[in-house]
Structures are given as C-alpha cells and as structure tokens.
C-alpha cells in the first residue's frame, strides 16, 4: 500500500531529518509512528500526503511514486486528521464534515447522506449536524475531524497527533472509538503520537523513530519483551510494559478451574474484560494468590493469578 525506499529529507543548511529510510505499510496496517520530537514523524507523514517531497529515495502509494500522482488526486485519496482539526467556524457540523464530497462536485442528497452515516460512526448523534464548531467540546470536534477525513472513503488514513490536546478520559474515549472505526472499516491508518500507551494501545505496527531513522519495528509484543535496540529498550522502558499490563484483557489469560473444593470458595473476582493490572492489584491488595473471573453475564468462568500470565504468547 505505502512504500519508502531509501528515502532521504534534508532542509536547506540543517541536518537531515530523514536519514535512508526504507517502510512497507501493508494495506489494512494500524501503523503507529513514535518518537522524540524532531525524530521525523510529521514529516513522513507528511510525505505521504505529497505535502513535502523527499530529497533522494521513492515513496509509492498504491504502486504509484508520489511524482506520478496528481497531487490534487492524492490529497483527495487520503484523509488527514490533524491535532488542531482545523474546521471552518461559520460552517455547520454537516457541511464541515461534507467539504471533501464540495470537492469532488456530489450531489446535495448524496452528501446528506454521508453526513448521517459519518456522525453515526463517530459516536454522534444527528442533533451535532446543525451545530457550528464553537457550540462543541475539543472532544467532540475531534470526532467531526475524524469523521472529515472519512467522508471521501479513501483507503488511507493519516493522523497527525489528534489527540494530543484532548483531556486524558475523552483521549482514551476517543482511542477506543478509532479502534472501533478501523476494526468496522478496514482502512490503512498512520498515526503519530509521543504517547508510549497510546502507540501500545493502537497500533498493530509499531515504529520507533531517533534522528530521522527507524530503530525498532514490530507489533507491542515485539515492542515491550523483545526489543533489539537499546534506544527503543530505554525509550518504551517500564512505562510500555506498564501500558501493556493496562490494555491486555484478563480474558487472554484466564486459567480454568480445575474442580478442587477451594475453588468454590472464591469470592474475590475480576471482569473478563478488565485490563491484567486489575486483577494484579486485587490479588495485591486483599494478599491472595488467586481469584475469580467472571464474564458479562456474571457467571464465574475460571481464575486469575500472577502464574496465568504464562499464558501470554509474547
């Protein structure tokens, strides 16, 4: 799907931001690109866009360079969510979320149209679509930029950070929402943050960028117990394995019972949907070695203890 081959990105008289860099994204990849700042995560991203061209090096999309593409053609190809969203104030939610269907000329109904399903898909309700930006909190017009950038339905998505200025509960509200749209779309997505558990969280691909080039890739499994770099290692430390015991469901790791008297007995019990640091801490604090799991229905469906955590295939 994105390809960079090689790719060098200098400015004039400064040092080089991308340093031959090569990436495959595979179509339907959540690829999350994380770094220090000034590591050049915007600028790939931004390079992908046909926003700046690289110095030396190929970047295909969709088995096109970026030179052979029309860049108006691209742009519109591509959505991009941005963390100052950037929404027109004296347009309604509906025609901010239409601008792309302005541009390539779609009928007014078919707009209509769109603009339902889209609020739908972000978590809104249609009453938003006739309200302007300023009646709308930083979390809810992050969702009509989301929503934005999926009205043209391109296959590729690219998200710059956007939610970077959000309050941390409507960050993790809306992390869980992007989670949603990608499993329900299917869409190649780009996203760039600084946040260890955020990247942990989202990504399917991690990249960690130092100077302008890749030090680590691989899924959060691959990121957290089997780094191959000292920068990636110190850089994602203990606040990546943190992240990961606060995102993994306890349903991954749940130990059945194996029908001894004691087992009965349990009281203490944990959701299996809840995170692994929530049964570590239970276990902690009542001085346990094990408890119960239940599922949404509230029937106990087996254990939870530190030895379940074998169960994990990292």
Known sequence: MIQFRDVSQQYEAGKPIIQNLSLNIEAGEFVVLIGPSGCGKTTLLKMMNGLIAPNSGEIIIKGKT???????????????????????????????????????????????????????????????????????????????????????????????????????????????????????????????????????????????????EIMEIGTRDDIVFHSKSDFAEAFIGNKGFLSYLNIVKIKQVICPFNGSAAEKDITLAVNEADPLIVGIRRCLENGVNKIGVRNANGTLIGAFDLGCLSRLKF
């Open 66 to 212: 970026i030179k052979d593409w029309d860049p108006i053609v691209l742009k519109r190809n591509i959505g991009y969510v941005i963390q100052q969203v950037g929404l027109f104030p004296h347009l309604s939610i509906e025609k901010n979320m239409a601008y792309p269907l302005d541009l390539q000329k779609t009928a007014a109904a078919q707009k209509q149209e769109r603009a339902r399903e889209l609020i739908h898909l972000v978590g809104l309700d249609e009453s938003y679509l006739k309200k302007y930006p300023n009646e709308l909190s930083g979390g809810q017009k992050q969702r009509v930029g989301m929503a934005r950038a999926l009205a043209a339905d391109p296959e590729i998505i690219l998200m710059d950070e956007p939610l970077g200025a959000v309050d941390q509960i409507n960050r993790a509200v809306l992390q869980d929402e992007i989670i949603r749209i990608y499993q329900s779309l299917h869409k190649t997505i780009v996203f760039v943050t600084h946040d260890i558990e955020e990247a942990i969280k989202l990504g399917t691909k991690i990249v960690v960028l130092n100077q302008g």
